[in-house]
C-alpha cells in the first residue's frame, strides 16, 4: 500500500520576513515520517486571505492531509480560519463548545474574557476541534485540512492530538553512513547503486568538519531488509 | 515606488523528510528585507523534476525574483540545473568557463575531475554563472531565477554574491515593542491602531517567559517617519 501524502502550509508574515525562523516545518517533518505519511510538499504565505486561500485549494486537492501553522490567535492580522471556510465556501461563527472551554480557560486564569479572545473560538462550519493543552484555545480539522498554531510549543501539542487520528502508513525508514570522502568522489558508484534499488530514495549531503570534506550517504524506504541489504552494499564500496 | 517581490524555492528530500533542517530561507528572508525585496512566499519541493518545473514556472511568472536552494552538486539527485532547463524550455550542457574554473580548483586541492565533479559545470543555455568563493562549483542565474547550492556556507556566499547585481527598494524597516500582556488583552487597541494606518503592516507575537505571557508587538513599512509616529501612538497605548 503506498504510504499517505500531505504538504504543509506555514502562514505568517514573521517568518517571510526573517524576523522569525520557522521551526514547525521541520518538527511536522519528522513526526510524519514517524507516522508514514510522505510530506511532498511545504510552502510559506503571508497573512493574506487570497494567498492563503489559493494555497490551501491547491495543497487539499493534491495530498491525503493538509497542515496548517500560524494565524488562529485573537488579533487583527489573524485570519486563518475565515481563510480556510472561504477556501471551503462554508460559514464561519463563533462556536459553542469552544467558547465554553474558552471561558472556563479565562476564569481559571483570572483574566477578562474579552471580545478578542471571543474571536478565537471561530470555526468553521463542519469542523472538529484539535485539542490545545497548552493554551487552551482549539485548532480544528476540516476535510483533510489540520488547522495549527503557530507558537511551537503549541503546534508540537496540536500535532500531539491530531496524530493518532490519521492513518499512517508503513513507517519511513532511513539508515545513513558517513564517508571522509567529497560528495564528487563518491557520486559515481553512488549513483550506480541508486539504479540498482528504484524502490529506495538514496540521497548524499556534504559537509565540511575542520577543513576535510566528508558525505553522508542516507537510503530511505519503507522494506527494512532492503534497505539492509543496499546498505550492505553501499559499506563495501565506501566502508 | 513599490518594493520588487520575491519568492524562495526550497529543493529537497533532506528538508521533507526531517532529517535536515532548513536555514536557508530564514538568511535569505533576512537578506532580502535589508535589500528593500519582498519575499511573498516560499515552497518546499523534493528533488523531483516535475514538482521543481512546476514551482518555478509559477514562481517565476509571480515575482520579480525566484531564488532556490539545492540540488547542485555532483551526485544523481542533483537535477535542479536539468530542471530549469526544463522548465525554461532550453538546452543544458557542461560548459566552457565553468569547466575551466573547477579543472583549476580541483588541480589546487590534488583531487581528480571526475565526471561526477563536471556534471556541476552543467549549466543552462543563456544563464549567468553566479560565483562560489567557498567550493567554485558555480550558481547561475537564468531570467529572473537565481540557482545556488543548499548547503548553508556556500548559499550564504552565492547569495552575496548576486545580491549587488539586484536593484531593490526603500528599506523594509520595522521597529516592535515588548509588553508584557497576553495576546489577547492587547489585540482589541492594537488592531484600532493597525486599522488608521493601513499603509503600516502591524504584527503580534505572543510568548511565554517564566511562566508569564507577553507580546512583541512589530510595526513594519519603509517610512520611517510613519512607524516613528505609529510606534508612540503604541507605546501610549501599552507602554
Known sequence: MANPTAAMLVIGDEILSGRTRDSNMHYLAGELTRHGIRLMEAR??????PAIIAAVNT???????????????????DITAEAIAAAF??????????LALLAAHYERAGLEFNAARRQMARIPDGATLIDNPVSTAPGFTLGNVHVMAGVPNIFQAMVASVMPTLTGGAP????????????????GPFGALAAEYPDLSMGSYPFIQNGAHGTNLVIRGTDAARIDEAMTRLAALFG
Chains 1, 2 share one sequence.
Do not use: K
Request: aromatic share 2%; charged share 20%; no cysteine.
Open 44 to 49: 510559506v504565505v503571508a497573512d493574506e486571505a
Open 172 to 187: 519511513l525508514l532511513s539508515q545513513s553512513l558517513r564517508v571522509n570522502r567529497g560528495e564528487g568522489e563518491v557520486a
Open 89 to 98: 465556501g462554508v460559514g464561519i461563527s463563533q462556536r459553542a463548545d469552544a
Open 59 to 77: 495543497l487539499r486537492a493534491s495530498h491525503d492531509h493538509v497542515f496548517t501553522s500560524g494565524g488562529i490567535g485573537p488579533t487583527h492580522d
